[in-house]
């Protein structure tokens, strides 16, 4: 996932493989309701600058057009 979220940022990474970290993590947000909207809205302005139909095209012509360039 540290590929998708940013820790802080665009949300809470945690061990997978611990329950106590995913709880705290889960209390955490619970708790604190702004950190929450803040992550949730970091989160969606990642998705749609890098996860998007949109802008996987985007990123794919910047792709083709490096690769033209060098032949």
């Given at each position: 996932?540290?590929?998708s979220?940013?820790?802080?940022?665009?949300?809470?990474?945690v061990?997978?493989?611990?329950?106590?970290q995913?709880?705290?993590?889960i209390?955490?947000l619970?708790?604190?309701?702004?950190?929450?909207?803040i992550?949730?809205d970091?989160a969606?302005l990642?998705?749609?600058?890098?996860?998007?139909?949109?802008?996987?095209?985007?990123?794919?012509?910047?792709?083709?057009?490096?690769?033209?360039e060098?032949?």
């Amino acid at each position: 996932m540290t590929d998708s979220v940013t820790h802080e940022k665009t949300g809470l990474l945690v061990d997978e493989r611990s329950p106590e970290q995913l709880a705290g993590a889960i209390v955490r947000l619970s708790k604190d309701t702004a950190l929450a909207e803040i992550l949730a809205d970091n989160a969606l302005l990642k998705v749609n600058e890098t996860f998007t139909r949109k802008a996987s095209a985007q990123k794919f012509s910047c792709l083709f057009e490096s690769l033209a360039e060098k032949k």
